[in-house]
């Protein structure tokens, strides 16, 4: 459940020492060291460690920097996917202009692709910078305990930002976020400030994640799905209000489902937390389950959403749509097969940076089936 942690001998219990003696390979076994927990890993992206502190990736440089330990502590690198579902949820309203649509004559007006362009934007940096980089702040804040067994390099457990500078960092977020919603609600003339509504209820789940006396981080399922709607739902549902009003339950119901798909990036995340999970009482779904069992929850969340979507596509005479994201299954399988099953602890990294992609695809193109289909 926290950013990283070694996985030590001390779980033996939950297969952790027979699991990583089964499956590494004997040429590997001299670089595994199960008192510390260390596991031999494929080689990470972005390796100058400049360039993976201001990204907020582990193993970054030390930069006292303020711009930079603040960045850090945001994470930019986690804005990146919930960018690209606001504009998945623009698309779904079907009111989304282009400035120039190379495939549509009716969609070329400058002016309104322009200002459709701006509001999208900015509700990309409401999303990203403002939502997440709070989410991870605060996160940051009460696993500064945790990280200070598996990451203490990071800002706070180091001691690179005060508890006061941690503060403002937050109250900048939350309230300059709050205040860009308002401004796109009024932007957008709406009567009901649905993209402030949206805005706020993201903020209290990213603090209830993470703070006790909830903390859904606690628990591996209220944690996992908390990820998924915040990373999936409630993006795709600020891109839509921004551009429409008109709620659907359809409009509701597709991107939940898809935040189930958010159930498999939390686990993945948490294979190798499992000491430090243990040691402050969050029950990860490896810790309760084991490896084995919830590397086939990982194959699950990521594979029964694109059957339930494509389902409801079917329902409504989008074959071709629904047919597409039917066949993303294909190298989810693949990945899951040659990368996943082969180690999880090992080949976390490769296998979220290579199905993550697909995930989006299957999203977008629900996206723009319903932004595009006739009611």
Known sequence: MSNSSPVSSSLDLFGTDQYLLKHTKPSQLTKLNLQTGTSPRNEEPFQDASIRQVLGIKNAAHDLDKWKVHLQLMKPITWIPLSLIVMCGAASSG???????????????????????MKALLTVILAGPMSEGFAQTINDWYDKDIDAINE??????????????????????????????????????????????????????????????????????????AIGVCYISFPWWCGLSVFSED?????????????????????????????????????????????????YIVIASKNIPPVLVSSYLYSIDEAAYAT????????????????????????????????????????????????NHVW
């Open 324 to 371: 597409a994201i039917l066949l993303l299954l294909v190298p989810h399988i693949y990945l899951q097969k040659t990368v996943l099953l082969e180690d999880p602890l090992k080949n976390d990294v490769k296998y979220v940076a290579s199905s993550s992609p697909i995930d989006f695809l299957g999203v977008l193109l629900s996206a723009l089936c319903l932004g």
């Open 247 to 295: 709620f659907t339950l359809t409009n509701v119901l597709i991107p939940l489902t898809w935040a189930i798909t958010g159930i498999s990036n939390a686990v993945m995340n948490d294979f190798k937390s499992v000491e430090g999970d243990k040691k402050f009482g969050l029950m990860s779904i490896p810790l309760m389950y084991g490896f084995d069992i919830a590397s």
């Open 152 to 225: 203490p390099d990071r800002p706070i457990p180091s001691g690179a930002i005060k508890p006061q500078e941690v503060f403002s960092q937050l109250s900048f977020l939350l309230f300059g976020g709050l205040g860009i919603a308002a401004f796109l609600d009024s932007w957008a003339n709406h009567e009901t400030y649905t993209v402030t509504m949206i805005a706020t209820v993201g903020y209290i789940i990213s603090y209830i994640y993470s703070a006790p006396p909830l903390k859904l981080k606690q628990n591996g399922w209220s944690g996992a799905l």
């Open 95 to 117: 009111n989304y202009h282009w400035i120039y649509n190379p495939f549509d004559v009716n969609d070329r007006d400058i002016v309104l692709g322009t200002t459709d362009a």
